[in-house]
């Protein structure tokens, strides 16, 4: 495997559920991205997290965990989610936040659907 | 806090035609900015940069960007079009690491 994955690519969950995202980089990066991709809207930045510390929160609802055990892999708990959090939710990583690339490399994402 | 603006949110073209798309930027700061693709049901792929030096910046798939500071803009462009370059594009701007994106503009080449 190669570059950022997201399992799964697609989820359909009720209100009640809770399920788990997953991000996967294979990149070396040190710094991890999650985004919500609404139709027509900007892609909203949620959490960031470099070195597995998280350094953003971007007033991301608690019904949105994340969780970065090591810096290839990042998390995302969800658990009753209400039907305007269907979305493209997007992983990203990049090599060193305080660097002077700041390229982003993103996964193909993950559709959600809550019904 | 950095913003982006694309202008066109929908852009037809027809195949081998030129295509120009739109992005203005507002900031206090200098910034980094970027063009980001997404092909259906993919992630966002990096087209180009800019970093600094030139203000011209060539991507990828024959995509050119120019840098206006006077004008805070970085308009993309390819003088021909393909129908693989259907997708929506994105542009960015950032001057730390966290990157903000404009609403996106769909690409959708006709032959």
């Known amino acids: 495997e190669t570059g950022v994955t997201q399992t799964p690519r697609h989820l359909v969950m009720g209100m009640t559920n809770k399920k788990s995202l997953k991000c996967e980089q294979h990149l070396g990066h040190n710094a991890m991205y999650w985004y919500k991709q609404s139709a027509k809207k900007p892609l909203e930045l949620m959490f960031v997290?470099?070195?597995?510390?998280?350094?953003e929160n971007n007033s991301v609802p608690s019904r949105f965990s994340p969780e970065c055990p090591n810096s290839s892999h990042l998390f995302l708990h969800l658990h009753t989610l209400q039907p305007e959090d269907s979305a493209l939710y997007l992983c990203?990583?990049?090599?060193?936040?305080?660097?002077?690339?700041?390229?982003?490399?993103f996964g193909p994402g993950t559709r959600l659907t809550v019904l | 806090a950095q913003s982006v603006t694309q202008l066109d949110s929908q852009v037809p073209v027809f195949e081998e035609a030129p295509v120009e798309l739109r992005c203005n930027y507002s900031?206090?700061?200098?910034?980094?900015l970027f063009w980001y693709v997404q092909y259906p049901n993919q992630g966002l792929q990096l087209l180009l940069k800019?970093?600094?030096?030139?203000?011209l910046v060539k991507g990828i798939n024959g995509f050119e960007a120019e840098f206006n500071k006077s004008q805070t803009s970085f308009h993309l462009r390819k003088p021909s079009v393909h129908i693989s370059d259907t997708a929506e594009y994105f542009c960015a701007v950032t001057n730390d690491y966290k990157l903000s994106f404009g609403a996106g503009t769909t690409v959708t080449v006709r032959a």
């Open positions: 900031s206090s700061v200098s910034v980094y």
């Open positions: 800019y970093l600094s030096g030139s203000t």
């Open positions: 997290y470099n070195f597995k510390e998280q350094t």
């Open positions: 990203a990583s990049s090599q060193d936040p305080s660097g002077t690339q700041h390229e982003q490399f």
